[in-house]
């Protein structure tokens, strides 16, 4: 049974810090596609970064140049690095598993194996 366990929730101040992990079982991350997403509440679920079996990420223009997705392939987890935090990146982050990116990477239909989320708060 595939599991996906986010790292628990956090709160920080605007312009601080966070990082996210997800570990997965049941799945080898460094052959699939990874990716983080995020829904505050009122608000459809967006995606915010992938990263596929080839290393190659994508991103929500929203968090370019602040975030960073990567995978610790010996560690059999993903992480999400959040720099210069703003209080509209608050939300319930999900992490999520699908076999390739190659079509709609931030796109939340197409994934189908999901985290039960982390709450991250920025105030």
């Known amino acids: 049974h595939v599991h996906l366990v986010e790292s628990v929730r956090s709160s920080v101040h605007a312009g601080g810090s966070l990082r996210l992990s997800c570990a997965a079982s049941e799945l080898i991350v460094g052959d699939i596609c990874m990716g983080w997403f995020r829904q505050a509440p009122g608000k459809e679920r967006e995606g915010v970064a992938a990263?596929?079996?080839?290393?190659?990420?994508s991103y929500a223009d929203s968090v370019k140049g602040r975030f960073t997705i990567s995978k610790d392939n010996a560690k059999n987890t993903l992480y999400l690095q959040m720099n210069s935090l703003k209080p509209e990146d608050t939300a319930m982050y999900y992490c999520?598993?699908?076999?390739?990116?190659?079509?709609?990477?931030?796109?939340?239909?197409?994934?189908?194996?999901w985290g039960q989320g982390t709450q991250v708060t920025v105030s």
């Open positions: 990263i596929d079996s080839d290393g190659s990420t």
């Open positions: 999520a598993a699908r076999r390739t990116c190659v079509t709609g990477p931030l796109n939340h239909f197409l994934w189908n194996v």
